[in-house]
Structure formats: structure tokens, C-alpha cells
């Protein structure tokens, strides 16, 4: 196998060096000497500074500390995308304790599950959330302290000087959960130095981000890609984000964009689908967007196509996980492929392995791991998921991908997916990747399901284009255009029309909801 760089050559490579005693928190807090007065975080119904937003995160961490906590203990932060979320994750990170970024999506039992796993011993809530927090809710875990974001919030006479607490930077800083696609989420655990490492990697090589601009991020800051987006990024560049609470619909969104005029956008490829078909046709002033970005899910051609189309600009893809942080590969405006997640972003290093276990040449399906400094250390409470994904600082992310000789690289699905359908095996994902090429095909999603008899047969849940007439020939022309495009045995056998997809709060594809929806 080829020789890697290590953690440390590729945090020289970026010049990436801080100092033994680091707190994340320091983002923020680095700000103040000449930013206190600039804005900092636009909300749906106020703007704050970064002043403001360093007192509030300042009375959150004292708050905390005074009622008992002390420093490695966890803090569930239930809040939606508000300008409290990022102080409460600066304060408590700054008083040494540990924020735990959960799905406000999250069903009563699962919330239970996070409170339990992590043995937090406080919570802080967004108030439509309250009632999750019950005491009836926590009763028989640790947490004993549960603060409710109300407008005159219980920490609103706490002291605004909150020292820094002693954190080493590679000391625990702040968990987010896994999707847990298959079984229990798993706590991601991160260190104080992984978000500024982000900044100096991804962030400078791509966003080239100054004081003057303003980040949108639509996915949620639970969320490791929306968390750099409306927290990390912005804060180390001294520049502002738009922060916009509940389920983000296009209306909304490109009223936000009017109102606050944000400089770069992120998004995922089912977002900008919705957004270009939005009002089609009608008027939309994106005029302060310079950058789009897209990750978490492929950007397929024909969604790009038609954002250029309409907005007269390009979407960049790229791909990260929660366990590396964010985007280890991406595409650049000026250097990328359709279709591509792109390259290896300065400060990390890839690797694709075959099934025999050598390094894949340009062209040769190999499984991804990847190395960088901002890498989760481990699974909270599960060595066996550690041990199996993390090792010698790579994460080993399950995906199969092929690299081209100029270095880009195109997913071809999880190692885990293949199945046997017909006695030939078949991806899943290539027939959904086809089916979406089709011209009367909005999106779709194709997974392997099991017949009575224990066999496997494919199944496509598919939106059409709307206006599309739904008939039994138009089920046989996407099973043709699948087979033509592919090989003959890979089609889906059954395919069921739907209205929409189910998604999940990061506006992905809910498969294990889709897998659950019947003709």
C-alpha cells in the first residue's frame, strides 16, 4: 500500500498550528477586539452582534457552571437555528463542558436514548420544544438542569465575564449523533481543535471568505455540514450567517435571501431542485450570491443544469461526513466535473482500497477512507463501531468510489449495498442514479426489498415531473430507460408514484421511511 501523509505533514501543509492550551469558543471570542459592534448572526426577527452574541454565550456557560455542572460534563442543546444556538454552543464549549447537537426532529424516545447514552446532565431547549423536557421526560437520567430558550431566558442575569476554561485543543469539545441508518445513532465526538481546522482546509481553500460576507446555510447547524456553514466559517472570518428557524420552505428561503442578501449559499441537491422549480419562471433576486455550495447527497447533472438555467450560476459540489467534520473533497468554479465529488481539499488525505486490500488505481473501484486532523476520535460508549471506523486517524467511510487521472472522484455507492437480484448482483443506487436522468423524473428512490420467499427484488419510489400523466407505459419506459442505460438486469421490478419523498431534517432522503410507504 502507498505511503500517506500523517496527521501532522498534512496539518504543516496547510499551515495549520495552534496552540496545547485551545478552546474552540475562541472563534467567537477572537472577534471581539475589533468586531464586537459588526453583526454577527441575522435571525428571523433580530440581528446580533458579536458582542451580544459573546455576552449570551457568556450568561449560558455561567448559568451552567452555577448550577453545578462542571468541566467534560454534556449539555443536550435541543434549539433550532436561532442566534442562542451558536452562543449556547460557544458558551458551554468556553466553560469546559461538552454541547451535544441533536436533531430537533428527534422523536420522545430517541431524545431519551441521547440523554441516557451521553449521561448529559443538562439540556437547553427552544421553547416549542419544551415539553420534550418535561420532568416527567428526564426523570431516571442525569439531566437535572433543563433551560428553556424563552425570550427572558432563565440565564438572563448571569454574569457576562466567563473565563476560559483550561481545554487542551485536542481535549473532547462537542458531540453531534450519527443518522444511525442501521440501529442506535452513535455519539460523534470532537475535539476543540476540529472546527478551526475545517476553516483552514476547506473553508480557505474554497469559501475565501472576508468580514463582508454573509452565509446561508439551509441545512441545520445539528447538522456537521450546517455547522460549519452558520458557525465555524463565518466566525474564524470574522463575517456574518442568516440563521432561519422551523422547516425551511422555498418561499421562505428566497425571502430570507431578499431580505438579508447573503454573499454564499448552502444547500443539498434535493433543496436546489425544489428551489429552481419554485414559482418557475418568476422573478427572484439572487443578485448578492456568489457561491453555491452543495454537499451531503450527489448533485446530479440535470439539477445543476437547471439552477444555471434559471439563476445563471453554478452549483460546487462536495463531500464530507459528521465523523470528518465537513468537506474533504470538493469541486472548485473553476476546476470540476459534473457528476463529481471532486478532489482531495489541502489537509487531507484519501485512500480507495480494493476489495484485496490494495490501493485502487485511477479508474478502479476502491472502498474511501479519509485522514485529516479534524476526524472524530471515536463512538461514544462503542468500541466496536470505533475500532471498525476509525483507525490511525482514517475514517473509513463504507463508500465506493472511482478516481479519474486528474485526481476527481465519483461515487458508485455504499460497500454494503450490493445485492442479488435474479442471481446477478446489482447497486441499488446506479438504477436510481439512471431512473433521475429521465426527462419526466423529478427525483426517486430505489432500494433492494425482500419477497415473501426471502429473495430480493428492486423497488423505485419515484416523483414524477409534474403535469407527468401516470400509466402503465410510462412504468415500462423507466424500466427500459434503466436497462438501456445500464445492463438488462438492472431495472426496478416495481415502481410506485408518489407526490414527494420523505426527507429527513437535513433535507436528505428518509429511506427507512420510503421503505415503509405502500402503493
Not at 431516571?140 to 473565563?163: N, Y
Not at 442471481?423 to 428512490?445: F, R, T
Request: charged share 20%.
Amino acid at each position: 500500500m502507498s505511503t500517506y501523509p500523517t496527521l501532522e505533514d498534512l496539518a504543516r501543509s496547510v499551515g495549520f498550528d495552534l496552540p496545547e492550551f485551545y478552546n474552540a469558543s475562541r472563534l467567537l471570542w477572537d472577534n471581539l477586539p475589533v468586531r464586537a459592534d459588526r453583526p454577527a448572526i441575522y435571525g428571523d426577527d433580530d440581528t446580533w452582534t458579536y458582542g451580544v452574541l459573546a455576552d449570551e454565550a457568556a450568561r449560558i456557560g455561567n448559568a451552567l457552571l452555577n448550577a453545578g455542572l462542571r468541566p467534560g460534563d454534556r449539555v443536550l442543546l435541543f434549539l433550532d437555528d436561532e442566534p442562542v444556538y451558536p452562543a449556547a454552543i460557544m458558551g458551554t464549549m468556553r466553560a469546559g463542558l461538552v454541547p451535544m447537537l441533536i436533531n430537533t426532529l428527534s422523536t420522545p424516545d430517541l431524545v431519551r436514548f441521547y440523554l441516557v447514552d451521553s449521561g448529559a446532565r443538562a439540556a437547553i431547549v427552544s421553547t416549542p420544544h419544551k415539553d420534550l423536557f418535561s420532568s416527567e421526560s428526564v426523570a431516571g437520567t442525569d439531566c437535572d438542569t433543563v433551560l428553556i430558550a424563552t425570550q427572558m431566558a432563565p440565564w438572563h442575569a448571569e454574569s457576562t465575564d466567563l473565563p476560559e476554561a483550561a481545554t487542551r485543543r485536542d481535549d473532547m469539545a462537542f458531540w453531534m449523533y450519527s443518522s444511525g441508518s442501521t440501529g442506535r445513532p452513535k455519539g460523534v465526538v470532537h475535539r476543540h481543535h476540529d472546527p478551526a481546522y475545517t476553516a483552514s482546509t476547506y473553508a480557505t481553500h474554497l469559501l475565501g471568505l472576508t468580514e463582508d460576507d454573509i452565509c446561508f446555510s439551509v441545512p441545520k447547524i445539528f447538522f456537521a455540514y450546517g455547522f460549519g456553514n452558520s458557525v465555524t466559517f463565518p466566525f474564524a472570518a470574522g463575517a456574518s450567517a442568516v440563521l432561519m428557524s422551523g422547516r425551511p420552505d422555498p418561499e421562505a428561503i428566497f425571502r430570507r435571501i431578499g431580505r438579508d442578501r447573503p454573499s454564499v449559499f448552502f444547500g443539498l441537491p434535493t433543496l436546489y431542485t425544489a428551489l429552481a422549480r419554485h414559482g418557475e419562471g418568476g422573478a427572484v433576486d439572487l443578485s448578492s450570491v456568489r457561491l453555491c455550495i452543495s454537499a451531503a447527497e450527489i448533485l446530479s447533472v440535470d439539477i445543476a443544469d437547471a439552477w444555471r438555467a434559471r439563476f445563471g450560476m453554478s452549483i460546487v459540489e462536495g463531500l464530507g461526513s459528521t465523523e470528518a467534520l465537513h468537506i474533504y473533497l470538493t469541486n472548485t468554479e473553476t476546476n470540476k466535473k459534473p457528476g463529481s465529488a471532486g478532489r482531495v481539499v489541502p489537509g487531507y488525505a484519501v485512500r480507495l482500497t480494493t476489495p484485496d486490500g490494495h490501493d485502487a488505481r485511477d479508474g478502479e473501484e476502491g472502498i474511501m477512507s479519509v485522514r485529516g486532523l479534524s476526524n472524530a476520535t471515536q463512538y461514544w460508549n462503542r468500541p466496536d463501531k470505533t475500532e471498525e471506523t476509525m483507525s490511525g486517524g482514517w475514517i473509513e467511510t463504507g463508500d465506493r468510489f472511482v478516481r479519474d487521472p486528474d485526481g476527481f472522484h465519483f461515487f458508485r455507492g455504499r460497500a454494503d449495498d450490493l445485492v442479488k437480484v435474479s442471481g446477478q448482483w446489482v447497486y441499488p443506487l446506479e438504477i436510481e442514479l439512471a431512473l433521475n436522468e429521465h426527462p419526466l423524473v423529478h427525483e426517486s428512490c430505489v432500494l433492494a426489498v425482500p419477497l415473501p420467499d426471502q429473495r430480493m427484488t428492486i423497488k423505485a419510489w419515484v416523483v414524477p415531473v409534474a403535469g407527468t400523466q401516470i400509466t402503465n407505459d410510462l412504468v415500462a419506459e423507466l424500466q427500459a430507460h434503466t436497462k438501456t442505460g445500464l445492463l438488462p438486469h438492472k431495472y426496478p421490478r416495481e415502481v410506485l408514484f408518489l407526490d414527494a419523498l420523505p426527507k429527513t431534517g437535513t433535507g436528505k432522503i428518509d429511506r427507512q421511511a420510503v421503505s415503509r410507504v405502500e402503493a
